[in-house]
């Protein structure tokens, strides 16, 4: 199997990223990583660094928004796999869109959380292929999806 491509959604607060990205690699498996922008400056601002400066906050934060669309459905397009992390301290609704986007679209989903959110996910819980509770589950779904081995 060539390189998997896997989209990492989700939380920004935590290293569980860095986890599966190191797990991954260690247990040498061919997979190429990508996530949105995890600088909460720099995905606030895109827009409006780009498209230049707006009066009013709804408007900076609709370009943002968008610019940010643009390379979340992008890569999750070219995803072969998304791993979206719901964390229990915000609100994370960008991960609720990419997990839906994920399903739409007919990529395979993990969804990555504390069992202490099963209920409030229930709904995401469903869509998704598989629910784990720690990144080394997710890195052990991966190593299973590329050998078929334990």
Known sequence: MTNLAVYLSGEIH???REKIQSGVAAAGLSVDFNSP??????????GVVILGDEELPFWKDHKGAKLNAIRTRTLI???DLVVVRFGDKYRQWNAAFDAGFAVALGKP???LHDPSLTHPLK?????????AETPEQV??????VLTGQL
């Open 123 to 131: 709904e995401v819980d469903a869509a998704a292929l598989a629910v």
């Open 14 to 16: 935590t290293d569980w």
């Open 109 to 111: 989903l993990i969804v």
């Open 139 to 144: 890195i052990a779904i991966i190593a299973y």
């Open 77 to 79: 397009e070219k995803s």
């Open 37 to 46: 922008v995890t600088d909460h400056d720099s995905s606030d601002d895109c």
